[in-house]
Each structure stands twice: as C-alpha cells, then as structure tokens.
C-alpha cells in the first residue's frame, strides 16, 4: 500500500512539474520581411498596447534612449549594404535605438544588436549611422506600436514608426538599380567561362565529348587568369575525345601552372597522365 502512494506522489508531482500555465503577451513578438528593391530587410520587434496611457513624453520620455518597443531592443537586418536616411550602412543586423523628441526623432543604428532593451553602457563607437527625422502628429491613435514599410520606389522604401497619435519615419535605399543593370549587362554578355566550365564538366561526366570540348575551350578562352584546374579538365576532355596530343598540350600548361601555384595534388595528377599518355 505504501509503495502505490508513493508511486501515485511521485506521478502527481511528475505531472505539475510538466505543466505550464500559458498567457497572452502583453507585447507580443512580430517578425517583418519585406524586400525593398532586391534587398531583403528584416524587422524583428515587441509590440507594447497605449492602454489608456500617455505615451510620448510620458510612457517614452521625451529626449530619451528607447528601445523602440517593448522587452529585447528591435532588430533589423539588411541583405545588403543600403543607405538610412542619406547615410551609408553595410549590410548585416543592427539594433535600432530611438529618442524621439517633441519635433524630432533621432534614429540610432548599433551595431550590437542584442540587448534587453538598452545597453547597460552606451558605446558610441558602435553606432553605425543615426538619422535625425522629423516626428509628426496624425490624425487618429495606434493602440499598439507599430514598425511598417510604406511609400514604396524601384530601389527605395520608407521604414514609419507608429504609436499614439505620432509617426516617425526613415527612408531606406538599396542598391537595386546598380544590381539591375549589372545582372542585365552580365546577361547581355553571354554565359561566363565559370558557365562553360561547368557545363563542359556536366557534358563531360555524361560522355558527351564534343559539346565537353566545346564548353571548356570557351571557359579557356574567356578567363582572364590561367587556371591549373581549367587546364586539367581540357586535358580529360581531349583524352576521351581521341585527342591525344591536344590532351598532352593541355596537361603540360596545366601541370606548370599548378607548379607555379604550388598545388602538388594537380602536379601528380598531370604527370600521372603525361605518363599513362607516352609524354615525351
């Protein structure tokens, strides 16, 4: 009888140690993807409600360093080097700290991005780029805090902070015109010789010689700079061609380059082949 209550004490307790109680946030967590141009950006912030509060300059003191929002400081991460507010900012994830002011925002981008809420000591070297922006009054309240994209243009966007009856806003822009028209111009260009290597590679491992052939004479004569590697691929592809003395050409510059280069894997690898080909 002992043992059963004791194993009954022991699953009861085992029960309430797993259960947990669940509730709401009174901030809750949101995530933002939003591409501007062809630039991935991220917001990751908690969203804090007025409920019936007095926010600026009350809740958020005026002229103060916010958190801009709630719990861990909000986060944004950029895909690629853009600038906020006129102000260059690589690529990478910041913290975005805030102190709004009557009239105006300052918008702080630091490089420590994680914080529970602001940092303990303020590093002034970490901040990346701070934009001062004008804050503007509209005409209805934001009951809970709001980060949001708007006023969208080919390589730029407007990132608004909303809360109360208070709007502050950054635009961002991204190098989307410079990424359009070198992706048109690559285009334009043709196939690179990294295409035609590794299209002569595929044709070669599939025993299509002469489209292999094709391919890697191209890929030679597009690159700027010799490669050792290039060469030993030509080298395979005139052997299995029935090209032999083409094979042995093409495995002598490769096995100088690799030697240049420092590569004794390559360098066996051609002397290897020289000699099953009869090299002289």
């Known amino acids: 009888m002992k043992k059963i209550v004791l194993f009954l004490s022991v699953a009861l307790l085992s029960l309430q140690m797993k259960a947990q109680v669940k509730t ?3 901030s809750p967590s949101a995530k933002t993807e939003q591409v501007i141009g062809l630039t991935d950006v991220t917001v990751e912030y908690s969203r804090p409600s007025m409920k019936g509060r007095t926010i600026f300059g009350d809740l958020v003191p005026y002229d103060k360093l916010w958190r ?14 853009v600038k906020v507010g006129g102000k260059e900012l690589k690529k990478g994830t910041y913290a975005i700290f805030t102190k709004p002011g009557k009239s105006n925002w300052d918008v702080i981008f630091y490089t420590d991005a994680n914080n529970w809420g602001t940092p303990q000591k303020w590093d002034e070297t970490k901040v990346a780029a701070k934009v001062t ?33 208070t709007e502050a806003a950054v635009t ?7 990424q359009t028209i070198a992706s ?5 260009a043709g196939p690179s010789d990294r295409d035609h290597y590794l ?15 094709e391919h890697i004479d191209k890929a ?32 002598k510059t ?7 280069a420092g590569n004794a894997d390559y360098v066996k690898l051609n002397k290897d082949s020289l000699a099953e080909w009869g090299a002289k």
């Open 220 to 251: 030679i004569s597009l690159r700027k700079e010799p490669a050792f590697w290039y060469f030993r691929q030509q080298s395979l592809i005139y052997s299995k061609s029935g090209d032999k003395a083409g094979a042995i050409k093409a495995a």
């Open 199 to 213: 299209a002569a590679t595929f044709y070669k491992d599939e025993g299509e010689f002469a489209k292999a052939k």
């Open 68 to 81: 801009t929002g709630a719990n861990k400081n909000t986060q944004i991460t950029f895909g690629d080097d």
């Open 184 to 188: 048109i111009e690559k285009t334009m």
């Open 133 to 165: 922006v004008k804050a503007t009054t509209i005409p209805m309240n934001v009951e809970t805090f709001t980060i949001m994209f708007s006023d969208f243009k080919t390589d730029a966007a407007v990132m608004n902070f909303l809360w109360a009856n």
């Open 254 to 260: 490769s096995l100088e380059l690799a030697q240049k």
């Open 172 to 178: 961002i822009e991204t190098p989307a015109k410079a």
């Open 24 to 26: 709401a946030q009174p």
